[in-house]
């Protein structure tokens, strides 16, 4: 079974600075957690970026079009059918621009630097 995921992601915006990456297994953020309650959190479509929805400044890096940036969450509900049982799943993340961490469940399990 395939989970087509281009839809239904939802995000909270960039609103500080990008941080090291946690080690695997670590979550500090609560964003990251199972229980967060991300219902204020809007609905949005893949592909995204965050970068574009902020306020153009003289302090913007150049490189981004002198758009201010920070850093962005993304959160997607699924359940893996049961049909998946005992067979590898994997989760696979097409045009991640960089600086990311992937968590499951909570818990840290990849990043893209």
Request: glycine letters at 10%; aromatic letters at 12%; a positive charge.
């Amino acid at each position: 079974d395939n989970c087509r995921a281009g839809k239904g992601w939802i995000s909270r915006g960039r609103t500080v600075s990008p941080t090291p990456a946690p080690k695997p297994g670590e979550c500090s953020s609560p964003f990251c957690k199972v229980d967060y309650d991300d219902k204020p959190w809007r609905t949005l479509d893949l592909p995204h970026d965050m970068v574009i929805e902020n306020n153009f400044s003289q302090n913007g890096d150049k490189s981004h079009g002198y758009l201010l940036y920070s850093k962005g969450w993304y959160r997607l509900h699924f359940q893996i059918p049961a049909s998946a049982k005992g067979r590898s799943v994997w989760i696979d993340f097409d045009g991640v621009q960089r600086n990311s961490q992937t968590y499951m469940n909570g818990q840290a399990i990849g990043s893209h630097l």
